[in-house]
């Protein structure tokens, strides 16, 4: 079946530094990735919709400056976190849709 | 616009009783259907989806759901339940046309007792 890969799985980072996350799609193309957020217990966010070789589509309320979207080609987008701050900490998923949703296995990120 | 509502927070049963994870929904057209599990710290994994012909949909480790259009339901059940079936479920919903942006629903916190 489809595979998504998503790395890092936990990331520590320094308030203020900038963190990458990598989604790859491993036996297809993922021509549209998805990009979600989630908080302890509670339902996926989606945050932006990444298409390849365009811009990224942004939900309302989410800084598009804060949280860029590259989706460069049809199997890498990443999202890159600018300047983290405490309130960014987080569970962050990517997923795609191949006959279905695919997801990534989530990246945990902390914001010291 | 479309929809989901997973009306339990939370479902208790014994091991070995059935259990049913409910989840209606709303959307223009015909709907795309799907049940997600959710270990702690984990991404999504799939269960099973509706996309068309039979309602009764089987789908991974003994899991199953009914489509009933009428109802707009989409209710997830397994027979015999297990302690490892312990985890978070979502439900979802796309329109068959149209955008590929799912709807979730809030989740279901499903906890088996030994």
């Known amino acids: 079946g489809a595979v998504v890969s998503q790395h890092p799985s936990r990331v520590i980072c320094k308030s203020g530094t900038s963190v990458k996350i990598e989604c790859r799609s491993l036996?297809?193309?993922?021509?549209?990735m998805f990009w979600y957020r989630q908080f302890p217990k509670q339902s996926l966010m989606l945050m932006a919709t990444s298409n390849e070789g365009s811009k990224a589509t942004y939900e309302q309320g989410v800084e598009k400056d804060k949280f860029l979207i590259n989706h460069a080609s049809l199997t890498l987008s990443t999202l890159t976190v600018t300047s983290a701050h405490p309130e960014d900490s987080s569970f962050y998923i990517c997923?795609?849709?191949?006959?279905?949703?695919?997801f990534g296995s989530g990246t945990r990120l902390t914001v010291v | 616009a479309q929809s989901v509502a997973q009306p339990e927070d939370q479902v208790n049963v014994a091991e070995g009783n059935p259990l049913t994870v409910k989840c209606t929904y709303s959307v223009s057209g015909n709907p795309y259907l799907f049940w997600y599990v959710q270990y702690p710290n984990r991404g999504l994994q799939f269960l099973l989806k509706y996309i068309t012909g039979d309602n009764l949909v089987k789908g991974s480790y003994g899991f199953e759901a009914e489509f009933n259009k009428s109802q707009t339901s989409f209710h997830l059940k397994k027979p015999s339940a297990l302690v490892s079936d312990s985890a978070l479920y979502f439900c979802a919903v796309r329109a068959s046309g149209g955008s590929y942006i799912p709807t979730f629903g809030r989740g279901t916190s499903l906890i088996v007792h030994p």
């Open positions: 997923s795609a849709w191949e006959y279905g949703y695919t």
């Open positions: 036996d297809f193309q993922a021509t549209t």
